[in-house]
């Protein structure tokens, strides 16, 4: 009896020992999303062998460090040129059409909720997975009705301290767009999610570099007296990158001392391109900024860095923000389907394939509608359509990143076909009909 009980015992226990193992395996699943950080804003050239794709005056060393030991993506794209749309995107790797959300106006979603967020599919494979959210989220919905365990709640652009929306004036603060505060919430999480033993989501979403101007009296000290670039001059957006800089840094600290890199994949990207309204050349190699569906209004910066991924590698496969969801999946050890309706496609194949690979999606190429505007890019070649208007631009954006050149009279059937292709994908997902399960509100 006692040999019977003690065999049992010991048969629970390794039990428990082999169910604490797998658990233990799940990857932690970290995201910085920066906010209207344009695509050259880092001392990082985007594209290796063009130096005008890095910034001439920002310095952000760690940055660089999350790229030395991950991977850059050359060419990664923000679901949607303004901040909302893409945000909603992110979190349910959908494109904003898909999801009736192309502006910064609020919508209201049936109940149930008719999708799912990264938290409810991470925790679908595990539900030892805990979620947080820190910094802005600009969603209607709470994070906690989402998955989140954790969060600062409804936060928008009104959370943040917003001293001023003038450009040409700025305020020296301790806690520059929260910038301090939110990593301080980041790292209790962490902490405690390791003293748990629970894998973890965190998604950092930073109020930086959007709205007014805040730095630390000692940054704006420092880089009022650099001289200052040839194309980025201004030495108080300089200082406010270089704040975000170290808000990142702490967070890489952070997994070094907790010996969490060997099992932590880290995510950083932006929200929407940079803005050029005032300062046009902020983009350039791209074209125009914030707001627009060109390349500079899109095009974003995006590192990963994690176990399996060549340190200091590169990648040119496109990739854009809705393809986060089913990379986390992946990264997780998803065995079944997506939830249904998922635009994006995981990237996991790119990461551990020294960045070349197949991202695949339901549907060929990026996808991007808004009432005034569409478009597709596909094999190198992005076609953009002015509804408005009727105007159709082609770019070949492998030979003409700065969009210089339209080639939609030179190449008509290239054209046709990207046509239609554009339009049967608007017409499946009904983009042009606002949904009555979707209703927007003022």
């Not at 799912?116 to 994070?143: C, E, N, T």
């Not at 125009?288 to 200091?312: D, H, N």
């Not at 339209?406 to 008509?412: F, I, V």
Request: proline share 7%.
């Amino acid at each position: 009896m006692k040999k019977t009980s003690c065999h049992l015992l010991g048969s629970t226990l390794l039990l428990g020992l082999t169910i604490s193992a797998a658990f233990a395996k799940r990857p932690n699943i970290i995201l910085i999303l920066t906010d209207d950080q344009g695509w050259n804003s880092t001392e990082l050239s985007m594209i290796p062998s063009r130096p005008d794709t890095s910034s001439d005056y920002y310095l952000t060393p760690n940055f660089k460090r999350l790229a030395d030991h991950g991977m850059i993506f050359s060419q990664a794209y923000a679901p949607h040129p303004v901040c909302s749309p893409s945000r909603h995107a992110i979190q349910f790797g959908m494109t904003p059409a898909k999801l009736k959300k192309t502006s910064n106006r609020a919508v209201h979603y049936p109940e149930p909720f008719p999708v799912r967020s990264i938290p409810q599919v991470l925790k679908s494979v595990d539900s030892s997975y805990r979620a947080a959210h820190f910094g802005k989220w600009h969603m209607h919905r709470h994070p906690a009705a989402l998955g989140y365990d954790a969060s600062d709640g409804r936060t928008g652009n009104h959370t943040a301290r917003q001293l001023s929306t003038n450009q040409t004036r700025y305020w020296p603060h301790d806690d520059p767009k929260r910038s301090v505060s939110i990593t301080d919430n980041a790292v209790q999480f962490i902490r405690h999610q390791v003293y748990s033993g629970a894998p973890f989501y965190l998604q950092i979403s930073h109020y930086a570099i959007h709205l007014s101007v805040e730095a630390k009296p000692t940054t704006l000290a420092r880089h009022k007296v650099r001289a200052p670039g040839k194309v980025h001059t201004a030495y108080w957006y300089s200082a406010m990158i270089d704040d975000l800089d170290y808000a990142v840094g702490r967070i890489l600290d952070l997994l070094e001392e907790l010996k969490l890199k060997d099992n932590t994949y880290l995510f950083l990207t932006s929200d929407n391109g940079g803005t050029a309204r005032q300062y046009p050349n902020f983009n350039r190699p791209l074209r125009a900024g914030k707001g627009s569906y060109y390349e500079g209004g899109l095009r974003v910066p995006f590192i990963v860095a994690g176990p399996g991924i060549r340190a200091g590698s590169y990648s040119a496969v496109p990739v854009v923000g809705y393809d986060l969801l089913p990379t986390f999946a992946a990264l997780a050890g998803l065995e079944g389907r997506l939830p249904d309706g998922i635009e994006g496609g995981s990237i996991k194949p790119v990461l551990f394939g020294k960045g070349e690979g197949i991202v695949r999606r339901p549907r060929s190429g990026l996808h991007f509608y808004r009432p005034l505007n569409s478009v597709l890019i596909l094999d190198g070649y992005k076609l953009l359509c002015t509804h408005r208007t009727g105007q159709v631009e082609m770019y070949n954006l492998v030979e003409d990143l700065s969009e210089t050149s339209n080639l939609a009279s030179a190449q008509p059937h290239l054209v046709k076909r990207m046509q239609a292709a554009l339009k049967e994908w608007i017409v499946s997902i009904d983009a042009a009909t606002p949904s009555p399960r979707f209703r927007h509100q003022p």
